[in-house]
């Protein structure tokens, strides 16, 4: 047991991930800059979050998708990083007294690495797999040779959510689309669910978080 449920149980991911965020730091702070606690980063959440279930010979009650779902629909989000809802006070306090948030500097190494360097990018615009494949070619060729190598397809569907076309524009992707200078103007007067064929066409296929 853990918390309240058992290991193996979705209910019981989610009382590991209380209870290992109530473990981690809430802020650190170099220089006038506020750090990146990689440990709250959501790829490290679930790596730790599988670790714990094989540990204990259980099985993993959910994907990675499912996974980032949850997790973002119940722990608040700052700067990539996810806390308890009594500790995100505590970080927008002490965030708003320093300058910048000084991130990491991100090699692609190996499986990990490559999974945050792909968020970084998708939180930033939903792309589609011909966008990222180029800028993916690159940074991929530091991959450290003793780690077994991960096509870039295999990344994307083992850990992110590709839009298909069919039903509402997922909030993500539609957020974008309002930003986008190209396409702002067409999201007016329009919502996710009323979108229209052209909008649904820039958005299909394309990779988000």
């Known amino acids: ?37 990689v440990e709250r980063t959501d790829y490290l959440l679930y790596d ?18 499912e996974f980032y779902k949850g997790l973002r629909e ?3 989000e700052r ?38 360097w792909l968020r ?3 939180q930033n615009k939903p792309q589609t797999f011909q966008e990222l494949q180029p800028q993916f070619m690159p940074i991929s060729r530091s991959w450290a040779k003793h780690e077994k190598e991960i096509e870039l397809k295999e990344l994307l569907e083992d850990n992110f959510i590709k839009y298909d076309g069919e039903g509402p524009v997922p ?3 539609w957020s974008w689309l309002q930003k986008s200078s190209k396409l702002r103007e067409k999201t007016k007067d329009r919502t996710p669910e009323t979108a229209d064929i052209s909008l649904k066409a820039e958005a299909k296929e394309r990779w988000y978080v």
């Open 120 to 122: 970084l990018q998708l």
């Open 79 to 116: 700067d990539s990083m996810f806390f308890l809802p009594n500790q995100v006070n505590e970080y927008d306090r002490k965030r708003i007294n320093v300058s910048e948030l000084r991130q990491l500097s991100l090699f692609v190494t190996d499986e990990n690495s490559a999974i945050q």
């Open 171 to 173: 909030a993500q992707i």
């Open 1 to 37: 047991m853990y918390g309240t449920h058992e290991a193996g149980t979705e209910e019981g991911v989610w009382d590991f991930l209380r209870e290992h965020l109530k473990r981690l730091p809430v802020f650190t702070e170099k220089n006038g800059s506020s750090e990146l606690i």
């Open 48 to 65: 730790r979050m599988i670790a714990f279930h094989i540990q204990r010979g259980r099985s993993i009650p959910m994907s990675a998708s």
């Open 74 to 76: 119940r722990f608040p």
